[in-house]
C-alpha cells in the first residue's frame, strides 16, 4: 500500500509578509566595521615622519622669523595632504564599493515561487533551500534534509561535518548563519537573522578583521624605510658639512631636511595600495571581481592556468539535443531553456505516453531533477544546475506528466560517485530514478532497457552502449546516462539498476575563448583542461578551441601515476577528464614544486581547498558555491576563461604602471640629490632653496608620477613570459636607468645655474629650478615604457598624463611670473634665453629614449614592455 504523503509542508511566505517583516525586522546583515571616517583620511595624511619633520621646520622657521619659508613649507604640506587625501578617498569608495558586489544570494520560497534573492532581504519565517556548498544564510530550522552534513567549524571550532536530521527531539535539528552546507540538500523555516543569529552575537563581541597588507605593500614598505634611513642619513650630512664649512645654520638645517624629502618617496606604500584598489574597480568592469588586493599582483605573475571545461571554456548554456534508447535516436527542436520545442522520433512529432522507452526516460529527466522552469514575460527563465535544466527543457518538450510533491528520499549527487538518484511514487509504482555519468551509472545497472524491453546486461550490450557513448562525445556532446528499477521502500542504494538511456547535450564554446586561450600562450602561461567529463567530449572541446593536447589522462589513470612521471607529463600539452577535487589538489602541489605559479578555476563544495591551495583561487561567480567564492582570490563574475585572461593582462598593467611610478620618482629625486651635492662639494650657494625641493618633490612630481601609473595597457603586454613573482619593483637595470638620469638631470641643473650666476643668484636658481622641474617633466616620456617609443605607444594615449603635464608646466610657470609664489619661492622673472637653454637641456631627455627604443625594436623586432 502506498504510504501518505508528508501533510501540511511549510509554503513560504508571500512577498507582501515578507516586506513587512523586513521592515520589522531588519536586513539581514551583521553590524559592520565603522567606515574610516573622512577626518581620519585626512589626518593620516599629516602623520609621516618626514611630514611631521616638515611641519617641526616650519615651526622652526616662524619661531626664528622666517614666516615666507614657514609659510611655503605649510601651504606644501597641506597641498601634498590633500592630494593624497583624495587618492585614499577614492580608493576606500571602491572598496565599499567590492564589498557590496560580493553580496551572496539566497533561495527562498516566496508566493509558492522558487526565487534568488539578497541574503539581506531574508526574514525570520522565510522558507530557505540548502544545497551542497551553500553558506547558511541565517539560523533556521530544518523542516527537510536529505543526507544533509554541515561544516560549523566557523562556529565551533570543530572540523568534521555535523549530520543534521528533522527530528523535533535531535539537537541537530537546525543550521546556523555562517556554517557551510558540506553534502545533501534542504529546506529551512528562518527563526532569526542579522545580529540576533549565533553568528551575528559572536561577530559583535570580535568585531571585524581588516584588509590583509599585501606583498607588494610590504616590499614597497622595506624599501620607503630603507630610503628613508639613507634619506636621513645624508640630511644630517649635508646639514654638518654644510655647518662646519661655514654655512648658516637654519638654511643648513632647511635643507638637510628638504634633502631628506627629495630621496624618499614616503608615500608609496599607500599610493600603490590605492593604485591596486584602483584596478580591482576597474577589473570589476571586465567582469573579474578581486576578493583580496594580493590577487591584483599574482595575476601577473601566473604561469599556468588550471580551468574546468564546463561553463568556463564553454557557455553553459546547456541543450539536451539527443536521446538515445536501445539504437533508436530521439531528437530535440529548440535551443536554450524554452520548452516549446518538439522531440521528434525518425523526423515526427512523439510525446510521452506514446513510447514507454521514451516514458521511462523523460520520468528520470523530471523525477531526478531540482531545476525550476518559469515564464517572464517573453523569457523562460531557469533556476538550478544547466545540466538539470536542459533535461528538465527536454522532457518538458515531450509534454510529460510532472511528478506530484517531492521526493521521498535521495542519494544527492557527489564528485566522487558522479550519479543521484530519487526516489518516488509514479502511479502505483514506488520507483528509484539514477540519473549521472555514463560509466559511473553503467557500474551500478544489472539489467538494460533493449530492444525487446527489460533484459539482463550482458558484455556485448555495454559494448553497444560504450559505441554509442563514444559517438555523442566526439561530437563533443556532454553526455549522461539514465536508469531506474523498482523499489518496496524509500531508502534504497544504488544498484541492480536497469539502464534507459544516453542523452546527449551541447554546450558549444565561448567563442571569445580560442583568442583568450592563443593571448595566453603568447604570454608564456600553459592552459591546462582539467575537467569531470569524459575524456571523449573533452578532446573534442579542445580541437575546438585549438587547445593542443598530447595525451589525455583520466583520474583513474592518474591515480596510477607517480609524482615524478607526472610532473613529466605536465611538461607536455596534456587534458585531465573523469577528475576529481583531490586530483585538483595534486596537480598543483605538482605544478608548485616546479616553480610555477598556478591559477585553478573552481566551483564546487570540495574544490575549496585547491583554491586555497592555488596562488590564485578563481570562482566562478554564476554557478560557483558559496564556499568556492568564500575561498577565492578572484571571482569570475560571467564564468568566462576570457573574463580570466583580462584579469591577467590588467593584472600585468597594474604592476607595469607601479614599477613605471616607482622608477620615475626615484629617477627625479635622485637628480636633485646629484645637483645638491656636487653643489656643495663645490663650495657654491644653495642650488635650490628648501621651498623649492619640496616644491618639486611633493606637488609637480607627485601628480606627474600618479598620472604616469594610469598609463593603459599595450598590444604586447601579454607577449612577454610571466615575471617571477620574487622580483621587486626596482632591479640592476632599474638602478642604471635611475642613476643615468639623475647623474643628468643633476649636472645639467648645475651648468645652468654657475652659467647664469653672472646674472646674480636669483636668476641663476630660478634658471637651475624650472629647468630640473621641465627635465622631471621630459623625462617622464622615456619611463612610459622601457622597450617600445612613444611613437608606437601613441604621444596622446594617456591623456591625463599630458594634462598632468601641463599642469605642472603651467604652474612652474606661475612659480616664476606670478608673485605671490615669487614670494614664497624666491624666484626671480625669466627672460627667452634662459628658457631657451632650459629646452636646450631637456630635448635630450626625450629624443635621445626614443631614438635607442626606436633603433632597439627595429632590430629585435615589437617588444613587450
Known sequence: MR??????????????????RLQKHGPNALAEAKPISVWRILLRQFTGLLVLLLLGAALVALVLGEHVDSIAIGMVVILNGVLGFVQEWRAETALAALRNMLAPKARVIRDQELIEIDRREIVPGDLILLDAGDQVPADARLTTALELRVDESVLTGESAPVSKSIRPDDANNTVMMGTHVVSGRAEAIVEATGSKTAFGKIATLTGSVGEKETNLSRQLGKLGAQLGLVAIGIGVAVALVGVLVGRDVIDMVMTGLSMAVAIVPEGLPAVVTISLALGAAAMVRQKALARRLQAMETLGSASVICTDKTGTLTENMMTTETLWITGRQYDAVGTGYDPTGRILLEGQPIRYGANADLDAALDVM???NHAKLRREGAQWQMVG???????????????????????LSEIPFSSARKRMSTVRWLGEDLIQLVKGAPEQVLDVCTHWRGPNGTAVLTDADRKSIETAYASFAERGLRVIALARREVSQTEVKEESLEFIGLVGMVDPPRPEVRAAIQACKSAGIDVIMITGDGPLTARAIAEKLNMPVERTITGAEL???DDEALAQLLKQPVLFARTSPEHKMRLIRTLQADGQIVAMTGDGVNDAPALKKADIGVAMGTRGTDVAKDAADLVLLDDNFATLERAIREGRRQ???????????LSSNAGEVVAILINLALGGPLIFLPTQILWMNLVTDGVTALMLGLEPGTSDQMTQPPRNPKSGILDRTAMWIILA????????????????????EAIARTVAFSGMVLFEKMSVFAFRSFTRPCWKLGWFSNPLLILALVAMI????????W??????????????????????????????????????????????E
Open 559 to 561: 591515480e596510477q601515476t
Open 819 to 864: 608673485p605671490p609664489l615669487q614670494t614664497l619661492l624666491r624666484t626671480a622673472p625669466l627672460g627667452w634665453e634662459h628658457w631657451q637653454m632650459i629646452a636646450l637641456f631637456a630635448i635630450p631627455l626625450v629624443a635621445v629614449p626614443e631614438i635607442i627604443k626606436t633603433l632597439r625594436t627595429t632590430q629585435d623586432g615589437p617588444q613587450a
Open 3 to 20: 504510504p501518505d504523503e508528508p501533510q501540511n509542508q511549510p509554503t513560504g511566505l508571500t512577498s507582501a509578509e515578507a516586506a513587512k
Open 741 to 760: 638620469f639623475g647623474a643628468y638631470t643633476g649636472t645639467a641643473s648645475l651648468y645652468l645655474f654657475h652659467s647664469f650666476m653672472h646674472e646674480g
Open 385 to 407: 544546475d544547466p545540466t538539470e535544466g536542459a533535461l528538465l527543457t527536454f522532457a518538458y518538450k515531450g509534454w510529460t506528466s510532472i511528478p506530484a510533491g517531492p521526493a
Open 655 to 665: 604592476f607595469a604602471n607601479i614599477q613605471r611610478f616607482v622608477r620615475y620618482l
Open 810 to 817: 603651467g604652474a612652474q610657470l606661475a612659480a616664476v611670473y
Open 366 to 368: 523530471v523525477g531526478c
